[in-house]
């Protein structure tokens, strides 16, 4: 049975920003410049071990991935010198994997670590003075002394908080982001550091999108945790829209052409058939920005479960009557892999939008903010929402705490 405190409905915590409150972060670092906090997380208590780290790379569902560098000397005749080389390869693990990873300086990286630890998802969770809707996954690193992923640049934001051993970080402003070629992952080409610091465990980086940084860990036990964000790209944005117009959309029109005139040209596209197929498409534009379909189209791609997740229905599910009574004694959570969210008008659970359901239901609001609702809030609930979220609970979305 998992810790009880910890789902306790929402509770905002200082977030964890040393002497800086969540506005100014906001305001002069977010998206914006590089900040350093000492001591983020005083006496910072790590959510796995590392061998629990080794055991979870050797899961199926979790998404992780070993980067190997080798540093050879080469001598031909043209080109000699020092060359690294850089392998990686997906996991699941297995013991033999990270033997035979023994001759090289290796990390290993596991994404989404807050769907398998419930300590995992509370350290994600100091992090909600942001929106859920920005809030990407808990990545975990583990390295070697001298271990890392070479100098490189992320597209979205970033804080990198040092868990066990210490780590060096670089950093620097520069424009010249272009990549090593015919590499496994993204290394920069010319990488200059500006600023550099050792963290200790507690202490936290923030980095802006695009910010070029270099970690590499000074001890044989070097664990670092990631907060990502999401900024979806344009084009996944685009993208998405159009999946969901083509699975929303119907038109019934035809093309027409009444007024045809006669041609002595018949192998030109002409203006008039060009001017009519843009006005069968007026429905489109006006589609994107039709603020009812955006709201639907952003809950419901926000909410959709990456690719590689499941969710497991309860072994002995209960009857609408039990699931009720003990959800009224002891209160619901969501799942870790859950994803819940609301807008003025609707709640989204999972990429679909809940039908019939007011987000300004104090409980769904609760449940998505705080992602556990009390017994208190359950009985509360309309009657309505305890048989949604009983639906909820027989998918496996939402447990009893
Ligand atoms: C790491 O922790 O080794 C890599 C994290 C990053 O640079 O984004
Ligand atoms: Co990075």
Redesign the pocket.
């Known amino acids: 049975m998992p810790d009880k405190k910890l789902f306790s409905p929402l509770v905002i915590l200082n977030p964890p920003l040393g002497n800086l409150s969540a506005e100014k972060f906001l305001r002069d670092h977010w998206q914006k410049k590089p900040l350093l906090i000492r001591h983020a997380f005083p006496n910072f208590e790590a959510p796995l071990t590392i061998p629990e780290i080794m055991t979870l790379a050797q899961r199926e569902e979790a998404e992780s991935r070993l980067i190997m560098r080798r540093d050879e000397i080469k001598i031909h005749e043209k080109n000699s010198g020092k060359h690294t080389d850089w392998q990686m390869q997906q996991g699941p693990f297995k013991t033999k994997d990270f033997r035979a990873a023994a001759d090289s300086v290796w ?1 290993l ?1 596991i994404q989404d670590t807050q769907h398998f630890s419930h300590e995992a998802h509370q350290l994600l969770q100091r992090f909600n003075f942001i929106p859920y809707a920005r809030i990407d996954d808990l990545m975990v ?1 583990y ?1 070697v002394k001298g271990g ?2 070479g100098p ?1 640049f ?1 597209s979205y934001d ?1 804080f ?1 908080l040092q868990g066990h051993g210490q780590r060096w970080w670089q950093i620097s402003a520069q424009q010249d982001l272009s990549l090593q070629p015919d590499r496994p992952l993204k290394i920069l080409s010319h990488f200059k550091a500006e600023e550099e610091w050792l963290l200790n465990p507690g202490d936290m980086l923030y980095l802006p999108p695009g910010c070029a ?1 270099h ?1 590499v860990a000074e001890t044989d036990d070097c664990v ?1 945790w ?1 907060i990502g964000f999401r900024a979806p790209s344009q084009q996944e944005i685009a993208m998405g829209f159009l999946d969901y117009l083509r699975d929303e959309i119907k038109l019934d029109g035809q093309y027409q052409d009444g007024d045809l005139q006669m041609t002595s040209r018949p192998g030109e596209i002409g203006a008039d058939m060009l001017l009519r197929v843009s006005k069968m498409l007026d429905e489109i534009r006006a589609a994107a920005a039709d603020k009812k379909r955006l709201q639907q189209f952003l809950g419901r791609h926000l909410t959709e479960p990456k690719s590689h997740v499941y969710f497991d229905a309860p072994e002995k599910i209960l009857s609408l009557r039990a699931f009720t009574k003990s959800a009224a004694a002891q209160g619901l959570m969501l799942d870790l892999q859950t994803r819940l969210l609301y807008d003025e008008l609707s709640v989204f659970l999972n990429g679909e939008q809940l039908c019939n359901v007011d987000s300004r239901d104090a409980a769904w609001q609760a449940l998505a903010d705080g992602r556990a609702l009390s017994a208190v809030q359950f009985k509360a609930a309309l009657p309505a929402a305890q048989a949604l979220l009983y639906e909820a609970y027989c998918s496996g979305y939402v447990h009893l705490a």
């Open positions: 990390t990286l690193s390295a890392g992923v490189h992320d970033v990198l940084h970690g670092t990631s």
